[in-house]
């Protein structure tokens, strides 16, 4: 039987890893690990996870010695793997009772196709909407070749996150797969990236049900670091992507100046929606992405800022 390890970075979760922890149990897989690596919280979240490593068999829990951010924590977790295969659990989303199951049904006739499986976007803190995003609305799986298909699961957003795919444990301990520590936003993609490039994988498998529930619900999440870090470091991971397509130079050379804009406006977006970041400072780094034309970056964003706010009011 395929055993499953589900790693969980653990940072400030006291209030809801146990729901993530359940659900993940409520599976009701008998061939698996669940990996808590708890990356010295603030609150009470170590004791947490001792209290579940001693309720359920199949979790364990390990610590960090100091705070080390995401993906150290997910490096962590990677190698403390021992299961056939690595997925990844957030430790604020919970999953369907369905979801390794669903992909075990995928991985038993297909061991080394990339899959994915849609999710629900629960997004009513910010906009007042959730959204369910799937590959096809057939409620059956879709098999195709990984490669011509890319681009268009990248812009559906089914390419970038961990959560929705499972990964060869062997694949990436072989190859000495890591996430990298040095930046903050993308780090997911380039790994999964990485991960497509080393492992050769010729097929993509989608599974057209959303088993996954993402929560956008915290303000000091990562996206709230854009502004921070580079556009530059987002556009590698494009051209990393369009590389593995097999664009030639020219056309890898318009994507990224096209892929550049549309880069630029959003960080001027996510910065200008950051809720711990003064106004005087959101307009500096916003400034700062386009010398040429910052001002009418800012002005735009912000209007659309103040109307989103006015329409979030009205709803309530």
């Known amino acids: 039987m395929v055993k499953i390890s589900v790693v969980v970075p653990v940072y400030n979760a006291e209030s809801i890893i146990e729901r993530c922890v359940d659900s993940i149990i409520s599976n009701n897989y008998d061939n698996l690990e669940v990996i808590l690596v708890e990356d010295c919280s603030k609150d009470n979240s170590l004791e947490k996870c001792k209290e579940l490593s001693k309720k359920y068999d199949c ?8 705070n080390m951010g995401v993906s150290y924590t997910r490096n962590r977790g990677i190698y403390e793997a021992t299961g056939d295969y690595t997925m990844f ?7 369907d009772k369905d979801y390794i199951n669903s992909f075990i049904d995928v991985l038993n006739d297909n061991p080394m196709a990339l899959t994915i499986c849609g999710y629900v976007n629960h997004d009513e803190k910010y906009n007042g909407r959730t959204d369910n995003v799937i590959w096809s609305n057939t409620k059956k799986n879709v098999s195709a070749k990984l490669k011509p298909e890319l681009k268009t699961i990248y812009d559906r957003t089914l390419l970038q996150q961990l959560w929705n795919k499972a990964f060869v444990t062997k694949i990436i301990q072989d190859n000495k797969l ?27 498998v989608f599974i057209n049900k959303p088993l996954y529930h993402y929560m956008r619900d915290q303000d000091g999440s990562l996206m709230y670091k854009v502004g921070l ?77 103040y109307k989103e706010k006015i329409s979030k009011a009205i709803r309530r």
């Open 59 to 66: 979790v364990r829990y390990v610590h960090n010695g100091v």
């Open 178 to 204: 890591k996430f990298d520590e040095s930046i903050s936003i993308g780090e997911d993609l380039r790994f999964i990236l990485e991960y497509i490039k080393v492992s050769e994988i010729q097929d993509v």
């Open 89 to 95: 659990v957030d430790s604020d989303d919970w999953i």
């Open 229 to 305: 870090e580079s556009v530059e470091e987002p556009l590698k991971n494009l051209r990393s992507l369009y590389e593995l397509i097999g664009y030639s130079k020219n056309k890898i050379k318009e994507s990224i100046d096209s892929d550049s804009k549309k880069q630029v406006n959003l960080y001027a977006y996510l910065i200008m929606h950051n809720a711990g970041m003064k106004m005087k400072e959101k307009k500096r780094l916003i400034f700062s992405l386009d010398s040429q034309n910052g001002k009418i970056l800012y002005k735009n964003n912000r209007n659309i800022y």
